[in-house]
């Protein structure tokens, strides 16, 4: 079955520090991936997708198929990056499925 | 440019009322969704459409009916809520060939 796993559903890291956020996923056909980003009082919204392979507010995320990982990773976390994250699949088609989601608080 | 949009933003029930929550996109887009989010779980899916007059079962649809009688529109009802259904809803759509959800601000619902 397909799923989307975020082992970590608490992160805390200090301001300055490298920040990683962990996704692993299980597909069988050729996956999409997706990050999406929900700040406080805010609406979900799309951060990343591996297909663009671009850099968001300093964000990137690598597909690793033999990993079958797509971790978000930053060099230097801003307060401003304290939010909700969520790892998102593609199933083709119709439905995305979603992780449980990690909450990243950026410490002063 | 209002996007997605959800009503009511919030609404307190007791067990065993009824209620509808409305979503609204002016988009054009094939693809609507319903997604309960509650801590812990993620955002799981409840129904979703693929177009005008269709409904699909998600991953958690027991409890929950939906219909798409206009294409900008996607209902989501409780015919009899249960404090398990206390949670965020979030309505969201997509248009056709990519996977990019746009959602709605969320519902929140709490059964008491």
């Known amino acids: 079955a397909q799923r989307v796993t975020q082992p970590e559903k608490l992160l805390s890291v200090f301001k300055g520090a490298p920040v990683e956020l962990k996704c692993n996923y299980s597909?069988?056909?050729?996956?999409?991936l997706f990050w999406y980003v929900q700040y406080s009082r805010q609406r979900l919204q799309l951060l990343l997708r591996?297909?663009s392979r671009e850099s968001i507010k300093g964000f990137t995320a690598d597909l690793n198929k033999g990993e079958t990982s797509f971790h978000l990773k930053k060099p230097f976390a801003q307060e401003e990056d304290s939010a909700m994250y969520y790892c998102?699949?593609?199933?083709?088609?119709?439905?995305?499925?979603f992780g449980q989601g990690t909450r990243l608080t950026i410490n002063p | 440019n209002a996007g997605v949009t959800q009503t009511p933003k919030f609404r307190v029930l007791k067990t065993g009322q009824s209620m509808t929550l409305l979503c609204a996109q002016d988009?054009?887009?094939?693809?609507m969704y319903w997604y309960r989010q509650d801590p812990g779980m993620g955002l799981r899916l409840i129904h979703y459409?693929?177009?005008?007059?269709?409904?699909a079962k998600g991953e958690v649809p027991d409890g929950y009916n939906v219909s798409r009688l206009k294409k900008q529109n996607f209902l989501l009802g409780l015919e009899s809520a249960a404090p398990s259904q206390t949670s965020v809803y979030f309505c969201?759509?997509?248009?056709?060939?990519?996977?990019?959800?746009?959602f709605g601000e969320g519902s929140r619902l709490t059964v008491l």
């Open positions: 969201a759509s997509r248009p056709s060939g990519t996977g990019e959800l746009f």
């Open positions: 597909y069988s056909g050729s996956p999409e």
């Open positions: 591996h297909i």
């Open positions: 998102a699949l593609f199933q083709g088609a119709q439905k995305l499925v």
């Open positions: 988009m054009n887009h094939e693809y």
């Open positions: 459409s693929v177009g005008e007059g269709t409904t």
